[in-house]
């Protein structure tokens, strides 16, 4: 029997879903909702409807798993709690900083509802996380430093379209060369987070918009801009269509450490990532957690997990056993 997916939400991450579904022949996708006039909607996938999110609470029967594809700032912190009371769910919410209070939050809902709510899937937070609390526990005399990019963040690029005034936007977030160059030296710099990256901003504004004010709101967005040095550019759809419509992103986790009786032996742990699409494959993960909610939720656990609480084991679609012989 196929693990039955709905889709709450269908923009770049949404099609990303639905496209990596077809690449797990465990799972089926059910349905999508949205916000939006449902027949303004074309899927890909044949079966499937499209619903308005008001369809949601009448659904429960037909959906083993709901992934949602919202933004972080203003989607995902009302959507998840109220989905997880209905459903088994899997989020992105990338809002670092906020991700415990969002943790608590679903995890109140999720056990009201009985049900296994996976939070923060993605890269980051998600596969980088995984590898930094690898490389930490392994070198534990050691510094850990995370650079992301250059690439177009999500997250970043839809606070800025929240913000009044701005029609579109995309932002991209740049390593400072240098201190990825020391820390791969093994010269362990302490870095302010000013000191590791850049961001710069491509806005489209709407006709007589205050310009100043997007600027001052974005440089100044608490945990998305406040502590970078930001640029911000205000160019037009059409610039915006013609440079700037591929979503590429990547980065690093590096952890430099030490061992031996003196502390005389030097290790560095890289892992990186090169990504055309940041929303393919944030959607690829998030799928393969999908499947761990609805195993988790079948063995009759509860409430909400992070990537730190799942075995690797229940991401695969393999066998335990396949995964020792062809894996381990």
């Given at each position: 029997?196929?693990?039955?997916?709905?889709?709450?939400?269908?923009?770049?991450?949404?099609?990303?879903?639905?496209?990596?579904i077809?690449?797990?022949s465990?799972?089926?996708?059910v349905?999508?909702?949205?916000?939006?006039?449902?027949?303004?909607?074309?899927?890909?996938?044949?079966?499937?409807s499209?619903f308005?999110?008001?369809?949601?609470?009448?659904?429960?029967?037909k959906?083993?798993?709901?992934i949602?594809?919202g933004?972080?700032?203003?989607?995902?912190?009302?959507?998840t709690?109220?989905?997880?009371?209905?459903?088994?769910?899997?989020?992105?919410f990338?809002?670092h900083?906020?991700?415990?209070?969002?943790?608590?939050?679903?995890?109140?809902?999720?056990k009201?509802?009985?049900?296994?709510a996976?939070?923060?899937v993605?890269?980051?937070p998600?596969?980088?996380?995984?590898?930094?609390?690898?490389?930490?526990?392994?070198?534990?005399?050691?510094?850990?430093?995370?650079?992301?990019?250059?690439?177009?963040?999500q997250?970043?690029?839809?606070?800025?379209?929240?913000?009044?005034?701005?029609?579109?936007?995309?932002?991209?977030?740049?390593?400072?060369?240098?201190?990825?160059?020391?820390?791969?030296n093994g010269e362990?710099?302490k870095?302010?987070?000013?000191?590791?990256?850049?961001?710069?901003c491509?806005?489209?504004?709407?006709?007589?918009?205050?310009k100043?004010?997007?600027?001052r709101?974005?440089?100044t967005?608490?945990?998305?801009?406040a502590?970078?040095d930001?640029?911000?550019?205000?160019?037009?759809?059409?610039?915006?269509?013609r440079?700037?419509?591929?979503?590429?992103?990547?980065?690093?986790?590096i952890r430099?450490?030490?061992?031996?009786?003196?502390?005389?032996?030097?290790?560095?742990?890289?892992?990186?990532?090169?990504?055309?699409?940041?929303?393919?494959?944030?959607?690829?993960?998030?799928?393969?957690?999908?499947?761990a909610?609805?195993?988790?939720?079948k063995?009759?656990?509860?409430?909400?997990?992070?990537?730190?609480?799942?075995?690797?084991?229940?991401?695969?679609?393999?066998?335990?056993?396949?995964?020792?012989?062809?894996l381990?």
């Amino acid at each position: 029997m196929s693990i039955r997916i709905g889709i709450y939400g269908y923009g770049n991450l949404g099609r990303g879903v639905e496209n990596a579904i077809r690449q797990n022949s465990d799972m089926e996708l059910v349905a999508v909702f949205t916000r939006r006039d449902p027949n303004s909607i074309k899927i890909n996938t044949a079966g499937a409807s499209v619903f308005h999110a008001d369809e949601l609470p009448k659904m429960t029967d037909k959906i083993d798993v709901l992934i949602l594809c919202g933004g972080s700032a203003k989607d995902l912190p009302i959507q998840t709690p109220e989905m997880a009371k209905l459903y088994n769910v899997v989020d992105s919410f990338d809002t670092h900083a906020k991700i415990p209070q969002h943790f608590d939050n679903v995890d109140k809902a999720a056990k009201v509802g009985n049900k296994v709510a996976v939070i923060s899937v993605g890269w980051d937070p998600g596969m980088f996380s995984v590898n930094r609390m690898y490389a930490e526990t392994i070198l534990p005399d050691g510094e850990s430093y995370t650079f992301w990019g250059k690439g177009v963040s999500q997250g970043h690029s839809d606070a800025i379209r929240k913000i009044e005034g701005v029609l579109d936007a995309k932002q991209y977030t740049i390593p400072v060369e240098k201190a990825l160059e020391k820390v791969r030296n093994g010269e362990n710099p302490k870095l302010s987070t000013r000191e590791k990256h850049t961001r710069e901003c491509f806005v489209v504004a709407e006709d007589g918009a205050d310009k100043e004010r997007i600027e001052r709101e974005i440089k100044t967005m608490p945990d998305y801009f406040a502590d970078y040095d930001t640029t911000v550019h205000f160019i037009t759809k059409e610039e915006l269509i013609r440079d700037h419509s591929g979503i590429p992103h990547g980065g690093f986790v590096i952890r430099s450490g030490k061992t031996g009786e003196n502390l005389e032996n030097n290790h560095i742990i890289e892992y990186s990532l090169k990504l055309d699409s940041n929303p393919e494959f944030t959607s690829s993960v998030i799928v393969a957690y999908a499947r761990a909610a609805y195993r988790m939720n079948k063995n009759g656990d509860s409430g909400c997990k992070t990537v730190f609480d799942i075995a690797p084991a229940l991401l695969s679609p393999k066998t335990n056993e396949e995964l020792r012989k062809n894996l381990l």
